[in-house]
């Protein structure tokens, strides 16, 4: 019997379908009517309503951890929107044995961002790491530097940290942004008097903003989510100093042992992402048409 080709397709996509089923709608669904019950270890499920939203919108650690979060999250994005930047463009200008330096450069991308914090907690050791050792060399401190004793310094730390990793992942869109410019508007640039600094505002950015932006769409909406270099830096601290909404959601469901808030907040979480995503989805659309 002969198998039509729309059915043909049916069949093929049918496995997939089901793993995208079974582990990433079930388990939105689970989330969001999780959060309308009263699941706690003390108490039998029960449905409550928008309660446990009402909870979180009270709470003051929560706008604490909203706050934390999003000043992590535009450190982070601009530090490798920089970093990226620069980098692409000094990769950009080389010729020769640029595939090495284009592979050097992403080096930190492989790295996990566990343990990236593992490192850059070493390097910011004030009693063994050579941040502070170098500055002391070079006669711009006298003591080392205390990083993750103030709250401020420990956030940078950590952004650092992080931004490490993420910045090859904007390079790779910054280097394939300037490639897709043509040579000749550069001549012509030339030509008329323009130096680097103007080349680059008036011909490069404008044609590369919408592949940069989908970068930094990407980056943040990763960003915001993360825990991990802080889990292995700071664990949210000192004095809640990196306590960033991921912390706010395990601790709701660890220490307070309460899936119900927990479960609210990751839906909160949820749909600030999802305005990233969208705007995301648009930049796409757009570039498309």
């Not at 897709?180 to 950015?205: H, K, M, N, W």
């Not at 990763?222 to 830096?233: A, G, L």
Request: charged share 10%; proline share 3%.
């Amino acid at each position: 019997m002969k198998i039509s080709n729309s059915k043909y397709g049916i069949i093929l996509s049918t496995p997939g379908l089901i793993i995208i089923v079974g582990l990433v709608i079930f388990p939105i669904i689970t989330l969001f009517v999780t959060s309308f019950l009263r699941y706690t270890s003390m108490h039998p499920i029960s449905f409550i309503g928008v309660k446990n939203y009402q909870y979180i919108f009270r709470d003051r650690l929560f706008w604490l951890a909203l706050r934390k979060t999003v000043t992590y999250t535009v450190g982070v994005t601009g530090v490798a929107f920089v970093g990226g930047m620069l980098i692409a463009l000094a990769l950009s200008n080389i010729t020769k044995y640029a595939a090495m330096f284009r592979s050097l450069a992403m080096f930190s991308w492989a790295v996990p961002l566990v343990i990236s914090g593992f490192i850059w907690k070493w390097i910011f050791n004030p009693n063994v790491g050579i941040f502070s050792d170098i500055l002391m060399k070079l006669g711009l401190i006298s003591e080392p530097i205390l990083i993750f004793s103030n709250v401020n310094l420990a956030m940078m730390g950590c952004i650092i940290a992080d931004a490490w990793v993420r910045i090859p992942y904007m390079t790779i869109f910054f280097l394939a942004g300037l490639e897709s410019v043509p040579s000749e508007l550069y001549d012509a640039a030339r030509i008329d008097g323009a130096d680097c600094f103007s080349a680059f505002r008036q011909i490069t950015l404008p044609l590369i903003k919408h592949m940069v932006l989908v970068g930094l769409l990407i980056t943040t909406m990763f960003t915001f989510r993360t825990i991990d270099v802080i889990f292995s830096m700071t664990e949210g601290g000192p004095a809640r100093g990196t306590y960033v909404l991921g912390f706010y959601i395990v601790d709701q469901l660890w220490r307070r042992v309460n899936y119900g808030t927990a479960s609210a907040a990751g839906v909160i979480m949820f749909c600030i992402i999802a305005v990233f995503a969208g705007f995301y989805l648009y930049q796409i659309y757009k570039n498309e048409e």
